[in-house]
């Protein structure tokens, strides 16, 4: 994968997601290699590209400094579009310099992540009036998230950094998506009892949706894995049935339980 430095000449970007007011995103492009990853999408490239580069927003620590003295404080996202804990984070550190130039405003912050490297920032996290700690899981199963999510932190690490903030006090939250098509209504109590138990105030739950070529991305994939390839290619059939079903045992376990339950977008 391809590492470029570049410049850029906006830090915070009006974000359209609910609940934010900013997005924050110091890079571009991501190392997680998400098979399903619908940025691709939304920002028309091609994927193959998508996935062939990172650019790292040197700059950005600065540019943020000297938006910040004039914009009207906001929740900001940090990232929207690509992880802000990825991999190359551990050698440019950028979403933490970021991190220290929002604390100085106390803008409030939703960080959004599939990697336990958002322990590192606990130290800065914690001294915001107003910080919320978004941990991504679409499956419980280590297989699969090491085939579709091969670079992202093992399940059980993600997980522990949702406790490590939900014992610093700080808002923990799960954004549950996408669901994969091997989960089933029995598993949900299991998979929210699991969310709970490592601390998640409110959990969002999201369904797969197979933007163009995410399918033919998925099978290239798991071309290797034949038994799982048709265990994917079968359930997809009934995937939007299933996912109602699932959808709804969500929200009827939530409220079991007491935990706070939304729909994402």
Known sequence: MKIREIKCKTALSTSLLPGLDYSLNPYKGCQHKCVYCYVPNVLRIERQRWESYVDVKINIPIVLSKELKKKEPGVVGISTVTDPYQPIEKKYHLSRYCLEQLLKYDFPICIQTKSSLVVRDADIISKFSDAEVMIS??????????????????????????????????????????????????????????????????????????????????????????????????????????????????????????????FAF
């Open 137 to 262: 899981v679409g499956t419980l199963n280590k297989e699969e998230r090491q085939l579709l999510e091969p670079n992202s932190s093992p399940l059980k690490q993600r997980l522990e950094a949702l406790k490590e903030y939900s014992t610093r006090g700080i808002k923990t939250s799960i954004f549950f998506g996408p669901v994969y098509p091997t989960i089933h209504v029995e598993d949900i109590p299991m998979i929210i009892d699991t969310f709970i138990d490592y601390g998640a105030e409110e959990i969002i739950i999201d369904k797969f949706n197979l933007k163009p070529d995410i399918w033919k991305n998925i099978e290239k994939t798991l071309s290797l894995h034949s038994n799982l390839k048709n265990i994917f290619r079968k359930n997809w059939v009934a995937y939007h049935t299933n996912y109602q079903k699932v959808s709804e045992e969500f929200i009827r376990h939530c409220k079991r339980k007491n935990v706070k339950a939304m």
